[in-house]
């Protein structure tokens, strides 16, 4: 794809991977379209990339609401134009075991709210951004890529049953989608990322950040940069559609 003046939207778009992504594809051209809960966090990053030169737009947006997703693609097509390219990066974290015992009794489940919260954002929220996505370039008359950021977590990862399900259900949108919309000329992949600088990790004690560490053979976490390029490797290839990079330096887990 050919990213000067291409419409890009991006979920997640506010902070971390998301706007490392921004700032990536605005440096080849794109106008942005950056979407995310948080108004002020939203205000933040447009004002960051426009100090960079890129143009960009905020749209408070919950992924998980089919209202909010329609008129926040509504009004992207609006004030930009309809979008040649997604990237679907809001994620949210609820961990817990799905059961933990104690001396034969079960003490604490992974709520029911735990599983649907995540479930909701990280997969339906895929589904609903990527139908919108695709339905404006087909009507119009355009070619498109929608990346999915997936997890290396889609493996399988304890304290995660519902963030992995969630990642390997966004595999599977990717390759589904892949082979659905190559007729119309839309592309589909998905990053996997491993563990990766961010907000998250910079939260963590030293001694699980050291551990966490040790586990990579790189002996180092990526950084959000390290995503950028992998989404934009989707973006530029115009052979690749269906697959996954995985971005994890070295560690399956």
């Known amino acids: 794809m050919q990213l000067e003046n291409a419409v890009i939207a991006i979920t997640g778009g506010a902070r ?55 008129q926040a693609f509504a009004d992207i097509a609006a004030s930009l134009g309809p979008v040649s390219g997604l990237i679907n990066n ?23 709210d735990q599983w649907q919260s995540v479930v909701d954002v990280n997969l339906t929220g895929v589904f609903l951004c990527g139908r919108e996505a695709a339905t ?7 070619e498109g890529v929608i990346v ?12 995660q049953s519902n963030y992995a399900a969630c990642k390997a259900g966004v595999v599977a949108l990717t390759t589904t989608w892949a082979q659905e919309l190559a007729r119309h000329g839309i592309r589909v992949g998905a990053v996997a990322p491993g563990f990766i600088e961010t907000e998250m990790t910079a939260s963590m004690r030293q001694d699980m950040l050291d551990k966490l560490t040790a586990g990579v ?8 940069d390290n995503i950028a390029q992998s989404a934009l490797f989707i973006f530029e290839n115009d052979y690749f559609s269906g697959r996954v990079i995985e971005c994890d330096g070295g560690l399956r887990l």
Do not use: C
């Open 16 to 70: 971390g991977l998301g706007l490392a992504m921004a700032a990536t594809l605005g440096s080849r051209g794109a106008r942005l379209a950056l979407l995310d809960t948080d108004a002020a966090s939203l205000d933040d990053a447009v004002s960051s990339l426009h100090q960079s030169g890129v143009e960009a737009r905020a749209f408070v947006t919950n992924v998980a609401d089919e209202a909010s997703v329609t």
């Open 148 to 159: 999915n950021i997936s997890s290396i977590s889609r493996a399988g990862n304890m304290g």
């Open 90 to 112: 809001a994620g949210i974290l609820r961990d817990a075991l799905l059961i933990k015992p104690r001396e034969g009794r079960v003490e604490k489940r992974m709520s029911l």
């Open 217 to 224: 053979p790189l002996k180092r976490l990526g950084e959000p």
């Open 136 to 142: 404006q370039m087909v009507e119009a008359g355009q």
